[in-house]
């Protein structure tokens, strides 16, 4: 297993760097890098937040009571999954 990696860190420090190519020579392909770490970023968000959807129901059971885990908290879930693999949303 690899060692903890805060990839939303990791991805804001690249579109960064993407735009100050952007800036520094204007370069259409940097333009498009960029716009793709944004895409990037935004599908591995969204797929950090469906997961913390999920956990948090698991944390209440775990605490006593009855959970269910909804179909929307799984769509949710799976549609990130598919983005972050290059799926469709």
């Known amino acids: ?3 903890p990696v805060d990839v939303l860190a ?11 190519m952007v ?19 935004a599908a591995v ?10 956990a948090e129901r698991a944390r209440r059971k775990a605490g006593g009571g009855w959970w269910m885990i909804s179909n929307e908290d799984m769509t949710a ?5 598919a983005r972050v693999k290059g799926g469709a949303a």
Request: aromatic letters at 4%.
């Open 1 to 3: 297993m690899s060692a």
């Open 10 to 20: 990791v991805l804001d420090r690249a579109i960064e760097s993407a735009g100050l």
């Open 23 to 41: 800036k520094a020579s204007g370069d259409l392909r940097a333009v498009a890098y960029q716009d793709d770490l944004f895409k990037a970023r």
């Open 45 to 54: 968000a969204e797929l950090i937040e469906a997961d913390k959807r999920i």
């Open 77 to 81: 879930q799976r549609t990130a999954l």
